[in-house]
């Protein structure tokens, strides 16, 4: 339960935090009136609200957030079982890691590259995420059939299954983010396309991959062992 009330805290902090410097809580009605404004803060008040689409993902990753902290908070109550046995890890996870990782910084090069309406580095940076997220899929199920070819089936014990099942959750919530990003990577290449109009799309898929990249290193930590030490020390400076 206090892992949950963690998890759920810090996507709480990160969505005000966010929401905090997209202009939601300025006061128009302040703005109005005979008081001439210098041009820059004419131009901050012209600026376009926030899209609706954007507070959308937003609540969409507090649901997930809640989602993987729900999980993963019944991962460490069944961990105290008796029939839990401990699986390896595969070395193959290392890799996907940092595919991720990579296909996380692709994105938030296309995604400055989109601002600045460079066209012709906003292609292959959407080019080199998508491939990069893609090789994250492949590489997890191929991790998935090493563990299967090792005798560590799905059904065998509750560890097992609980790593199936948070792998393949997050690999889902991967594969709906590519269809996102395979769209606009098309539309990037389409010959009439105008920067300005892709930038919200890459904007989206980037704070997407980002979200994802850290639900994963979590996931990971939580299966080699690491977040395990990090609650038992939690717990010994608490007590």
Known sequence: ?????IFLAAIGAIIIWWLSGQRLTSKPWLETGSVQLPAHDDARRQQSPVPAVKIGLFVFLGVVGALFSLAVSAYFMRMASADWWGMPIPRLLWVNTAALALSSVALQWARREARHGRMESLRPALVAGL????FFLVGQIQAWRELDAAGYVLADNPANSFFYMLTGLHGLHILGGLAVLSHTTVRAFSADVQP???RLSVDLSAIYSHFMLAVWLLLFALFAGWANDFVDLCRTLLN
């Open 131 to 134: 491939a990069l997220a893609v």
């Open 196 to 198: 300005e109009r892709l």
């Open 1 to 5: 339960m206090n892992v949950t009330l």
